[in-house]
């Protein structure tokens, strides 16, 4: 499964954005992470017939999933300076819900889109 993400750029601070994630194939479970310049990666949500959020965009964040189109969206309102990072879909199969938040679950993963909020 190929995912082809899109959709980043530059913001101001209390903005709203929307990043694409087009999937060649079907997967279960389909997700975003994010890195920051000089920080690990991490969690931002997951689309596993619900949505789960990492606590830190909970209610600005909504991830969405289209799976007519195999494509997964992260909508971000209310955009902080603290979320300006590197955006990446992932996607796999047999994630379990303990696992969700790991990127070393996920088989397949996009390219990368670059947020930056100004703030």
């Known amino acids: 499964v190929q995912l082809q993400a899109s959709g980043g750029g530059l913001v101001q601070a209390g903005d709203s954005l929307r990043l694409s994630c087009a999937a060649s194939?079907?997967?279960?479970?389909m997700g975003w992470f994010r890195q920051a310049p000089g920080k690990d990666r991490e969690f931002v949500a997951a689309?596993?017939?619900?949505?789960y959020y990492a606590d830190s965009v909970k209610g600005r964040f909504t991830i969405s999933r289209d799976n007519a189109k195999n494509t997964v969206y992260l909508q971000m309102n209310s955009l902080k300076f603290e979320d300006t990072a590197v955006y990446f879909c992932?996607?796999?199969?047999?994630?379990?819900?303990?696992?969700?938040?790991?990127?070393?679950?996920?088989?397949?993963w996009g390219q990368g889109t670059l947020v930056t909020v100004s703030s």
């Open positions: 194939g079907r997967t279960i479970v």
């Open positions: 689309h596993r017939w619900r949505e």
């Open positions: 992932a996607a796999g199969d047999g994630i379990i819900m303990s696992t969700l938040t790991s990127g070393t679950a996920y088989a397949y």
